[in-house]
């Protein structure tokens, strides 16, 4: 039996039938993740040793008839979540040897689930980056072809999931990092609600974008996952109070007679041709099944780009503020005075695209530039998400790219950096809003997957989830491993 | 943006620059401001700034009790320099 292509049910089943057990389970992937790290540097850490004794825990739990849907099974966290007694360092040298003090809610939340934690997956620095080609840990490859990016910033989480390492990793998402490396990596990335997920415990860029999410092979894995990490959270003052449905039970939703938007400003120019004829099959499947295709508008959708990247360094230069060199993080050798120890503490523990975002939220804050950059990229915003509602006005779902390309070579968009911001065309809006928004493969160019972006009203992740659940029953790209990784 | 306005930029965000590295920031920052700037043509009059991106909420804010417990000593194993229970820093005062 190939463990390691199962679906989340298929392993929790297997699990409570004593088919296999979570240690072998565990064990099995273990070896995966050593075959394959080198290659692919999707890992920060492994944390073998307290995996297994995880899983014998679990084990022992499941042997009494205990646990639930997800006990014994491994998954891999983002680097950005604090995990108790683990080392989080954020891809960046500022946290190299930070060791967590706490487990952030989603960690907390997975483990009483008893899910079995194998490691802490590289990411871009801070989640600052397209590519993952800002982690000072270096690059992640890309399992469909080594000689190009997975995507960004959850690189790592994608490419463990993509290279069946591990069925299911974290993944935050600020402005796309969670469903462009699904795009770019052929797998099923969903973001929730602005405040659907707890951010306790998750280090802060941009708090009022910020949201935590899922990298799976399928949306039915996404569903059981999702069930678990969701839900009001007293400790992040933007956790939404509000009960969690059951998404799994949510799966079987009929789709005859959904409405689905094509965002016009989707399919204009950058689009590549070959992407956009496999947006548009999946599209044609959707409508074979009974759904309704309507174009809507979100007019301003291109100023969501510019808005974004005043809106996020805005919020990325005050949340960063906290890394002094003096509670926790680097610290620069022998500095001179209070001044010198901050600035080159900072100095040498940020990486480039850190700083330049710093800079640029320093800037359109600073006196004289607030009102004319930071001002007005807020009234966008408000612009962006009025005009988000007024679709939803008249269609249920949104559906469109996940991302202009496919996935691109290492090193081709590390020159200029509002060239890699352009890669996040058609994911911001969604994070604008706060709107929960998905990526699922939709079929192959140049052997390289494609992604279908799924966004909808605030809280319809029910509707979003079955109407990919119903996508993946009629297709099979998710199914589809990269050469190598069978 | 001019090469003293990085250095002041950098400045404020207590960043150590030194002098070879500021053209590159010059440059992609000069790049970034430029593309930001395209958001001066979106007609914007009445229009309310949005922090918040879910209608109606508004930060919660939680009575002034402390719920959690002194563990200090945890937190001060990741800080660079710890002695009895301080952190320490360069000399403030002369």
Redesign the interface.
């Known amino acids: 039996m190939s463990l390691h292509t199962l679906s989340l049910a298929q392993l929790g089943a297997g699990l409570r039938a004593g088919e296999f057990s979570s240690v072998e389970l565990t064990r099995t992937l273990l070896a995966r993740i050593e075959a394959h790290q080198p290659q692919l540097n999707a890992l920060i850490s492994v944390t073998g040793p307290t995996a297994m004794q995880a899983a014998a825990v679990a084990d022992g739990v499941l042997a009494n008839g205990g646990g639930g849907a997800l006990t014994g099974i491994p998954m891999v966290h983002k680097d950005i979540f604090c995990t108790d007694g683990v080392r989080t360092t954020c891809a960046s040298r500022m946290l190299d040897n930070f060791v967590a003090p706490y487990d952030a809610t989603v960690v907390a939340k997975l483990k009483a689930e008893g899910m079995v934690m194998l490691g802490k997956a590289n990411m871009d620095e801070f989640a600052m980056g397209s590519s993952n080609e800002t982690s000072y840990f270096g690059p992640v490859r890309n399992p469909w072809n080594p000689q190009l990016v997975p995507g960004g910033s959850s690189g790592g989480s994608a490419a463990v999931v993509a290279a069946r390492l591990v069925p299911f990793a974290t993944a935050t998402d600020t402005g796309g990092s969670i469903r462009q490396p699904a795009a770019l990596c052929g797998i099923t990335g969903f973001k929730p609600t602005y405040g659907r997920v707890s951010r306790y415990g998750m280090i802060a860029f941009a708090s009022s974008l910020d949201q935590a999410g899922t990298l799976t092979a399928s949306a039915a894995d996404a569903a059981l996952v999702l069930r678990a990490m969701a839900g009001f959270d007293p400790r992040d003052s933007t956790s939404v109070d509000r009960p969690v449905p059951d998404y799994v039970a949510g799966l079987e939703q009929p789709l005859a007679g959904l409405k689905i938007g094509l965002l016009k400003e989707f399919f204009e120019k950058g689009l590549d041709p070959a992407n956009e004829r496999c947006v548009r099959e999946a599209l044609a499947v959707y409508e074979k099944l009974g759904a309704q295709l309507v174009e809507v508008s979100v007019p301003n959708l291109a100023l969501s780009v510019p808005a974004y990247y005043v809106v996020a360094p805005a919020e990325c230069s005050s949340n960063l503020a906290r890394f002094d060199g003096v509670r926790f993080g680097h610290r620069a050798k022998e500095p001179k005075d209070l001044l010198d120890l901050y600035k080159r503490s900072r100095g040498e523990g940020f990486g480039p695209e850190v700083k330049r975002r710093i800079m640029t939220g320093t800037y359109v804050l600073s006196a004289g530039y607030y009102d004319a950059f930071y001002i007005k990229a807020q009234k966008v915003r408000r612009l962006i998400a009025n005009e988000f509602d007024q679709a939803f006005a008249q269609v249920d779902v949104v559906m469109g790219p996940t991302t202009p390309t496919v996935a691109f070579a290492l090193g081709a968009k590390t020159a200029d950096p509002v060239t890699m911001y352009l890669n996040d065309i058609y994911t911001i809006g969604a994070n604008l809003a706060g709107l929960p928004a998905m990526s699922l493969p939709c079929g192959f160019v140049q052997d390289l997957p494609v992604g279908l972006q799924i966004i909808g009203p605030h809280f319809a992740e029910e509707r979003l989830l079955s109407a990919a659940h119903a996508y993946q029953r009629e297709t099979d790209w998710h199914t589809r491993v990269p050469r190598g990784y069978e | 943006m001019k090469a003293e306005q990085?250095a002041s930029?950098?400045?404020?965000?207590?960043?150590?620059?030194d002098e070879a590295e500021i053209p590159?920031?010059q440059e992609?920052?000069t790049?970034?401001?430029s593309?930001?700037?395209?958001?001066?043509r979106?007609q914007?009059e009445g229009?309310?700034?949005?922090?918040?991106?879910?209608?109606g909420?508004v930060?919660?804010?939680?009575p002034d009790v402390a719920t959690e417990s002194d563990?200090h000593e945890?937190?001060?194993?990741?800080?660079?320099?710890v002695a009895a229970s301080l952190?320490l820093?360069?000399?403030?005062i002369e």
Do not use: C, W
Request: charge should be positive.
């Open positions: 990085i930029i950098a400045h404020l965000a207590r960043l150590s620059m590159r920031y992609s920052l790049s970034i401001l593309f930001v700037g395209d958001l001066e979106a914007t229009v309310s700034p949005m922090a918040h991106p879910l209608p909420l930060q919660r804010l939680r563990a945890r937190y001060q194993a990741n800080a660079p320099q952190y820093v360069p000399k403030v």
